[in-house]
């Protein structure tokens, strides 16, 4: 009842004063892509059959939005870089008031009800089979954690908690071991110091040690409603967990592993987007590029053991395959620090290429050292496009931008190197409950007055927020007629009620000096860290380029690696194809710079002896040069 009293009041505020507001999210995009692919049952039945052996171990991050099924039963958390802050390693399992189909769940109001659900598959806690022993409350079973409150997202309120249990195969019955009541990051940073708390639970019940034990984690949480509905979302009280760890011989100061961990969250080396135009780019490189870019990752170790880590940074041309190095063999680094940060020598370089008339890059950070007892958590990779239009966002909304008053005003600033012309433009629209934000409004484009939006040089009535059906996939307006422009230039929207359109808004990428709203005749910046995701396309073509041949096929082999990672000298290739050429096709397997290091004709199993430990990218190529298929693998000899 506390929690819809201040929602109340501060809806009164927001009538009375409020000129833009954030709202979380009406729904998880992600997840109803997910659903509506069939790309994973809504619960997970190989999980459910699956028996581990110890230790159990998950830090969410591999790729994918769902756990990984070989450890986790159900799909109703949402697996994502995007929502923590500061995490101990890239990837985290998110939980808030949706399901796994992307809604909110139905028996969701006001007062706090059991929202996600993240349960292991069976666990063997009957035997040691290191020793072949049986197991007992004398082994020092501990199950440790982090967790983390808001993060980029909404923060739980008091009565809005997590929760783990415990099952018993010996009784058949879930037992609460641990909870956590809501409270806001900063609470949590003041209490404790860190953005992340780490908790160890120990397991010395004798209940729980038999052949089926499992754990679960869930949330409760609540939603509170508002008088306008297309103020109405769902995506409330989330909490990050990462680094779940189940072991014996462990002990409540145990809270260390030898693990190198990436944390950063880097999308860009460009100063202002995330992606721009290759001509508008090339135009102005030098002062187009960010070499300030530092990455961040985390020893794990004890604080009095140090670490020899290898920092590696590269940037590949995906065009021709060339590669930039600033230092191709790093020496290693003596880490004494809980963290660092990796600032590479790219001082000198802008992206470059042949290619027209876009551009692809991939960059890798990179770092891994010895003992590092898991590798997955050693790389971080994104893709650099240059394509036809501009982007300040990374794609994915942490949350829903609107104004509220009508005739109000929104305009993001963008600039050209070299004149151009607008085509279309881009809009990023979160759905909310019973789609009440689908009111009209008129796409505008204006032309600049020292730094601020000046007069309306386009602008085109009876246009409505519009979703697709895919995964954070924009919608196309495409304009009646092009829009020449040179310098700076605005584009937004003039509404035309003061229902909320809520456009995406991403958190990860703080822009707002970028965004410009109007609601009584003046200007002013967004007072909310972020950007909205509203790209313009330029150039002569009226759609976004993606990137995709619509006629040429890529990745399409099911290429299957086994064993991932190995432990010995022969890697086995497992496709599922009917293609009759296979025996004709090509492997080649890169090391972490980049450096081809193997080239042999298709087989069934690739001998690697002589391979040092490290991580590696192979990649199967058909007869015609083409890539079909892609995976990393690592060694760890």
Known sequence: MKKILIIILLFIAFKGIAQELITPLSYNPAYRNAQNNATQNKTNTKGGNTVVKLPFFDDFSRQGIYPYHDLWENNYVFINNSYAVNPPSYGVATFDAMNDTGAVYSHMSGFPSVADTLTSVSIRLDSMFATNSTLSPADSLYLSFYIQPQGLGDNPQKGDSIVLQFYAPKTGVWKSVWHMEGMPLDTLKAKYGKDFLQVMIPITDTIYFGPNFKFRFYNYASIPGMQIPSWRSGVYDHWNLDYVYLDANRYQDSIYSKDIAVSANITT????????????????????????????????????????????????????????????????????????????????????????PYADFQVVFSAYGKPDINRFNDTLKFFQRFYNYYAYDDGIPEAGYGLSTSNGRLAIQFKVNIPDSIQSVQFYFNQTVGLSSQQYFY?????????????????????????????????????????????????????????NLNVGWDRNNNKKLKVFYNASGTWYNSSFDGCTMIRPIMGTEDEAYLGVSKTKKQNNLDLIIAPNPINGSHLNLILKTEDIFIDSYLVRIYNINGQLVKETPYKKHINLSGFQSGIYFIQLLNKNGNIEASKKFIINN
């Not at 590479?344 to 290429?353: C, F, I, L, Q």
């Not at 505008?444 to 386009?458: A, V």
């Not at 697709?468 to 230039?489: M, P, Q, R, S």
């Open 269 to 356: 080396l460009l100063t202002n987007y995330q992606s721009m135009p290759w001509n508008q780019f090339k135009a102005k490189a030098s002062s187009e590029m960010d070499h300030s870019k530092g990455f961040s990752y985390n020893k794990l170790f004890k604080p009095t053991i140090n670490a020899n880590v290898a920092q590696f940074f590269g940037i590949q041309d995906l065009d021709d395959k060339t590669y930039f190095h600033p230092n191709p063999n790093p020496a290693s680094v003596n880490m004494v620090t809980p963290s660092r940060t990796f600032s590479p020598n790219y001082n000198s370089y802008t992206y470059h290429s042949n290619s027209s």
């Open 443 to 499: 796409l505008t484009i204006w032309s600049d007055n020292n730094g601020t939006p000046g007069s309306i040089i386009y602008e085109q009535k009876n246009i409505r927020p519009e979703y697709e059906n895919k995964l954070f996939k924009f919608h196309t307006y495409i304009l009646d007629h092009a829009i020449a422009v040179t310098g700076t230039f605005y584009v937004g929207w003039r509404q035309t009620t003061n229902d």
